[in-house]
């Protein structure tokens, strides 16, 4: 009968999950193939990768209605990046890359933002320490601009970002079944009303199931 002199207690907000697929999660881990890695690392940009890898953060993109990216950061500044079709499931799985940061750079005016855009994400090739990289996505025409696509990123706090991003992806061969991959992406977020940009460069190769097991 004294309800009514109760404090009605606010409800807290559901806490925001990050996305999770084949075990792989948010402070979870996984380990890589020493042999493979051991066999190819010397053919490749990356060097000395830690076999082990803590997931620190986990992004998502929305590519279209059936396809979503995920990447898992992991604390060897790299991430693991999957792609699904029509579904987050194993089954769903369509794409598997490990990347590692090569190169990051700031762009502190627009003049310089626009000129990256235009003129340095997308080209036929793309230079990187004396090795030429192959554009991959390819439009019909004379020009194939970035890939427009926003990421959401869950932190192991539990808050969330939100980056655009403008990307290209490149690769060589660098014998009969091994290619090298690089993804350039030009990046925007806004921080304190305020655009904060850079062009990230990250060199990685394609894994297969056996190439990694999974911790938790």
Sequence with gaps: MFDFFKKKKKEEPAAVKAPEIMGLNISGSFQLNDLKLRLIEEKLTFANAHRNQLIQ??????LDESTTLLRFYTDDDG?????????????HIDDVKLFF??????????????????????QPTYLLENN????VWEE???????VAMTEKTYMQDGSTSITDQFIMLYEREVDD???????????????????DRCLVESVGINLTSSDIEIIG
């Design 57 to 62: 953060a986990v992004g998502e993109v929305k």
């Design 79 to 91: 991430f693991l990046q999957i792609v699904c079709k029509g579904g987050l499931t194993e089954n």
């Design 101 to 122: 940061f090569h190169n990051t750079q700031g762009i502190s005016s627009q003049s310089q933002w626009d000129k990256v855009l235009d003129e340095h994400v997308s």
């Design 132 to 135: 030429t990289f192959k554009r």
């Design 140 to 146: 019909v025409g004379e020009t194939s601009p970035p």
């Design 177 to 195: 079944n091994l290619f090298e991959f690089l993804l350039v992406s030009a990046e925007e977020k806004i921080i304190d009303n305020q655009y």
